[in-house]
Every structure is written in structure tokens, then in C-alpha cells.
């Protein structure tokens, strides 16, 4: 599904952040990153989703066989990429629903289907947001306009709702969420699983993997994936910290 | 004073005149064309407190005035076609009238045309002047408004400028009794070689007066506008509120911008602002865009339509508003 060979990228100014980055993701797996600030984890969100700030140095991505990396940003969403990140950016008048509209059918223009008719995309929309537990107020404001860090989470989920990805990178979802908004996107997230996709989520607590069981756990530090395991291992990290992995 | 007299005292604009830093005076017909003039037409005017070239243009030209005289508590929505190349216009309106006033394009075309607006607002009087040209050739277009406002009277101006040429829009707003309130929000979305000016000079000559400046721009090309805004507040005149704030997108590398807030305060106890930002597409919300799937032309015109919209989408639900943003809706 997704493979990440020797992935290497930097900034503008030459420093190399990610230094050979490996990754093969398989559908209806999890993929848990974790890794100590500064170690490379958001930038490898935005190199795959193709943040122009940051420039590839070698490497591939492909998604089932088709080298992302060739890709106009657009084009790698629509092939089935999703990337939450961090800190989503707010966009004053532009409508949160009408954006929605017209991200899915963009992707479907790509995929060579019809508009969603309006009728069909309320239904959609209120079905994922009686999911997320969303008030109306998310269809009146302006994307992310104003919505606290929690809301703004909620909002990415409902957009990997709507846009149906096959594969999402969600950096860490679960900063900024109460325990109620955590229990909820967390359910949002599985309830958006299937065999068919696979999820990747970059955290630094173990209380998101509560909810959301990985398949694996990887260790990202300085650029690399330095160790991986199974879930036991984002508890060891949770009791023991980065610095044992450094010391062996 | 009649008006040629009193631009042959003034002289013609020059780039060193503060009201015409930003305009390129050179495209301003030489003195002699003033020589060339109709019969008189023009409401019998005294010009001698009068500054402004462009205020005095349409009277020097001998311009057909037309008065309206709106009474006290009517209610009025308006259409003014400005068809010839000099125009003079006087509206007199009662107290607590409301009225709703477009301006319609010229739709003939000129060489230059200049339209003056007199607007005395009774008390209490409620008025939208609105236009929103459709993009036309004419080469050289002046649009001055001299506004008179008595106590607890609003004024609320609206535009969208989209010409090809140059156009100048200048206002003189006195407000003169508490309660009056005043405010423009104007839009330029021009492209080519295409300009556009604004000259207003806000005169707070009673204390409670609001005045509010909202000016935005959208440019590509090798597109020009300017701003230049003066806020008078006179002694006396406490809790004067005034703000003034414009942003601006560069869309192309050869566009461009400038601005000039002016503030001459004479009385302490006020609260006046201005602001200005300029730029290009926001990057950040350019890539949210088209990583949610959205092809890049269509990200970016999803963008300047927020940024323009956002501007009328603050107005009340009125002609204005439903004008200005239906025309937002076909041109973006």
C-alpha cells in the first residue's frame, strides 16, 4: 500500500531532517510514530503530502506502485493520501461545509465520478457528524475559523471521513483534545477503518494508543526510524522515555 | 466663487499635491480643455472652500445638475446612471429617511468623465450608496462625493472597482452632530494596466461620531491602487471613534500598492486606528487547499473569493449587499 524507501529531505537552507526515512504499511494496519520533539516526525508528514518547504533528497514513496513524490500535491490526495497535520490552518471565509463539497469532489472529478449531488452530501456530512459528535456550528463558520485546538482536530477527522483516504497520516491528533474529544476521535478513527486502509499516527502518549490499537510502533529520532515493535513498545516508551534506545 | 476660478487659483494636480501624491497627473488633460465648456447647466455652486480638482471638474464643465429631494421618514431605493461625460448630482434627504442608492456604470464611452455627489443627510437619515462597475474602457474616470451628515445619520458606502483605466474615487464626509456615523468598504480587483484611487478625508466635527475605512485589493497584472485616507478630529469632538484598515494581495510580481493613513486628532479623549497589510496568497492556506485534494487554480480562486467576499459579507442584508456579492459571485 505505502512504501517509504530511504526517504531523505531538508529545509531551504540544506539542513537534512530526514536521513533515509523506511516504511512499508500494509492495509488494515496501524502505524503508531513516536519519537522525542525535533526528530523528524512532522516533517515527514508534510514531505509525503509535498509541503513545498521542503526538498526531497532521495528516496521514493509509492502508493500502491504510484511514486507520490511525481505528484502535484492535489493529485497525492486524491490518489487516496490524507495528511492531519499538526496545527490545521485557519481560512476565514471559506466555508467549512463548502470546502468539504469541494475537496470530495475534486477527488471525485480525479477519479473520473460525477458531483456529489447536494442532497447525497448533506447526508453524507451529517452522518459523519453525528459520528464525530459535531454541532452545527461547524457547518456555519469558516475552516477552522476560530475553532479551539480540539474542534480543529474534530474537523480533520471529519474530513477523513468524507474524503474516504486509503491511507492517513494524522500528526498528532490527540494534542489539544479533552478526554471526552479524544475518546471520540479515537472512535471516529476506527470507526473510519477498515482492512482496506491503513492509518499512521505520529503521538507522544500512549493514552491515543489506548483507543487505537497499532499493529506497530516505531521510534523516529534524528531523521531515522531507529527501532520498531509492537504496541508493547509505546508502553516501555511511556514508562522509560527515549534515552534507553540511545544507550543500547 | 465659481468652480474654473477656482481651479485656475488652485492650479491643475500636481504629484507634489498631498491630495495627489499616488495619481499619475500626467494622464489629466492640460488646462486648456477647461476652455472648452457646455452652456451652463450647473446649480449656481460656491467653490471657494473646495480643494479637490475632482470635486470641481463636473461644475467647471458646466455639468447638468439633477436634486432630489427625499422627505422626512421616506423610504427610497434609487438608480443613478451617469451617462454623460460630466455629471452633478444633489440628494437631500430628510430626517430618518432611509434611503438605497447605486450608481450605475457610464456606459458610454468618454475620454475622461467626472461625477460629483452631493449627499446632505437630515437627522436621523439612513442612506447605502453603492456601485460596482462592471469592468468598462473608459479611460479616466473621477468620482467625487461631498457628504454632509446631521445628528444620529448614517452613511454606509460600498464599491467594487474593476475598470480598465484609471479611476479615482474621492469623498469628503463632515460629519457634523453626534450619533452621525460613516462608513466605506470598497474592493479593487483590477488587472492589466488598470488603477485605482482612493483620496477620503473624514471630518469628525462633533464629539460621538464613528467613522470606519475598509479598504481591500486584489491585484494582478500590472494593476496599481492607492489609498490615501485622512481622518480629521476636531477639538471638542470626544469619543470620536474612527478606524481604518487595508489589505491588500499581490497576485502578480509587477503589481502593487500604496497607502497613506492620515491622522490630525485635536482632542485627546478619542480612539482612532489604521492598519495596512499587503502580501501575496497565504501559503498556508494555499497548501491546505490543494492537500485536501483542491487543484491549485481552484484553491486560489477559492481564497480571493473569501478575502473579497469577507468584506460586504459584514454589511446588513440590503441591495448593497446582495448587489456587490452576486457581482463577487460572476466575476471570481
Redesign the interface.
Known amino acids: 500500500m505505502l512504501s517509504i524507501q530511504n526517504l531523505k529531505a531538508s529545509i531551504e537552507d540544506g539542513t537534512q531532517i530526514l536521513k533515509g526515512i523506511n516504511l512499508e504499511v500494509r492495509p488494515g494496519e496501524v502505524h503508531a510514530i513516536m519519537g522525542p520533539n525535533g526528530s523528524g516526525k512532522s516533517t515527514l508528514s508534510k514531505v509525503i503530502a509535498g509541503h513545498p518547504a521542503y526538498k526531497v533528497d532521495g528516496g521514493s514513496v509509492e502508493l500502491d506502485g504510484k511514486n507520490l513524490l511525481e505528484m502535484e500535491i492535489s493529485e497525492r490526495a486524491n490518489s487516496g493520501l490524507f495528511i492531519s497535520t499538526q496545527y490545521p490552518t485557519e481560512i476565514p471565509g471559506v466555508n467549512n461545509v463548502e470546502f468539504l463539497k469541494m475537496a470530495l469532489n475534486s477527488k471525485r472529478a480525479y477519479l473520473g465520478l460525477p458531483e456529489i449531488n447536494d442532497a447525497d452530501f448533506h447526508k453524507l456530512c451529517e452522518e459523519k457528524m453525528e459520528l464525530l459528535e459535531m454541532d452545527a456550528r461547524y457547518r456555519e463558520r469558516g475552516v477552522n475559523e476560530g475553532y479551539s485546538g480540539g474542534e480543529k482536530k474534530r474537523n480533520e477527522i471529519l474530513q477523513m471521513a468524507i474524503l474516504d483516504p486509503k491511507v492517513s497520516f494524522l500528526d498528532e491528533t490527540d494534542s489539544g483534545l479533552d478526554i471526552d474529544a479524544l475518546r471520540i476521535v479515537a472512535n471516529g478513527i476506527n470507526h473510519i477503518m477498515n482492512p482496506e486502509k491503513a492509518v499512521i499516527l505520529v503521538t507522544h502518549y500512549q493514552r491515543l494508543l489506548d483507543y487505537i490499537k497499532p499493529t506497530y510502533v516505531h521510534v523516529l529520532r534524528h531523521g531515522k526510524i531507529i527501532l520498531s515493535g509492537g504496541p508493547e513498545l509505546a508502553l516501555k516508551l511511556e514508562e522509560q522515555g527515549y534515552d534507553w534506545i540511545e544507550e543500547k | 466663487m465659481d468652480a474654473l476660478s477656482r481651479i485656475q487659483q488652485l492650479g491643475m494636480p500636481k504629484r507634489n499635491n498631498e491630495l495627489w501624491t499616488f495619481f499619475p497627473v500626467a494622464k489629466i488633460p492640460q488646462q486648456e480643455f477647461l476652455e472648452v465648456r457646455d452652456a451652463p447647466r450647473t446649480a449656481t455652486f460656491d467653490a471657494s472652500s473646495e480643494t479637490d480638482f475632482a470635486a470641481l471638474l463636473p461644475l467647471a464643465k458646466n455639468a447638468r445638475t439633477m436634486v432630489r429631494n427625499i422627505a422626512d421618514g421616506e423610504s427610497e431605493m434609487a438608480l443613478i446612471k451617469c451617462n454623460d461625460d460630466f455629471g452633478h448630482t444633489i440628494f437631500n434627504i430628510g430626517k430618518n429617511a432611509k434611503v438605497s442608492l447605486e450608481i450605475l456604470d457610464n456606459k458610454v464611452l468618454h475620454e475622461i468623465a467626472a461625477e460629483r455627489f452631493d449627499l446632505n443627510l437630515a437627522e436621523g437619515a439612513q442612506v447605502e450608496v453603492f456601485f460596482a462597475n462592471p469592468a468598462n474602457d473608459l479611460p479616466l474616470r473621477f468620482r467625487h462625493f461631498n457628504i454632509q451628515q446631521a445628528a444620529g445619520s448614517s452613511l454606509r458606502f460600498s464599491s467594487i472597482e474593476r475598470g480598465n483605466g484609471i479611476t479615482r474615487v474621492s469623498i469628503d464626509d463632515f460629519l457634523k452632530a453626534p450619533g452621525a456615523t460613516f462608513e466605506i468598504r470598497t474592493l479593487n480587483l483590477l488587472d492589466g494596466t488598470s488603477s485605482s484611487h482612493h483620496r477620503l478625508t473624514i471630518h469628525h466635527e462633533a464629539p460621538e461620531t464613528t467613522s470606519t475605512q475598509f479598504a481591500r485589493n486584489l491585484l494582478s497584472g500590472h494593476a496599481y491602487a492607492s489609498y490615501d485616507g485622512s481622518v480629521i478630529v476636531g477639538e471638542n469632538c470626544s469619543k470620536v471613534n474612527s478606524s481604518q484598515l487595508v489589505n491588500t494581495i499581490l497576485l502578480s510580481e509587477d503589481s502593487s500598492v500604496s497607502v497613506k493613513p492620515v491622522l490630525k486628532i485635536y482632542h485627546d479623549d478619542v480612539e482612532c486606528t489604521h492598519g495596512n497589510t499587503c502580501g501575496e496568497l497565504?501559503?498556508?492556506?494555499m497548501?491546505?487547499?490543494?492537500?485536501?485534494?483542491?487543484?491549485?487554480k481552484?484553491?486560489k480562486k477559492?481564497?480571493t473569493?473569501?478575502?473579497a467576499?469577507?468584506l460586504f459579507?459584514a454589511l446588513p442584508d440590503s441591495p448593497a449587499q446582495k448587489r456587490l456579492l452576486q457581482v463577487l459571485h460572476e466575476v471570481i
Open positions: 497565504d501559503a498556508d492556506q497548501f491546505y487547499l490543494v492537500s485536501r485534494g483542491i487543484p491549485e481552484l484553491a477559492m481564497l473569493s473569501a478575502f467576499s469577507e459579507q
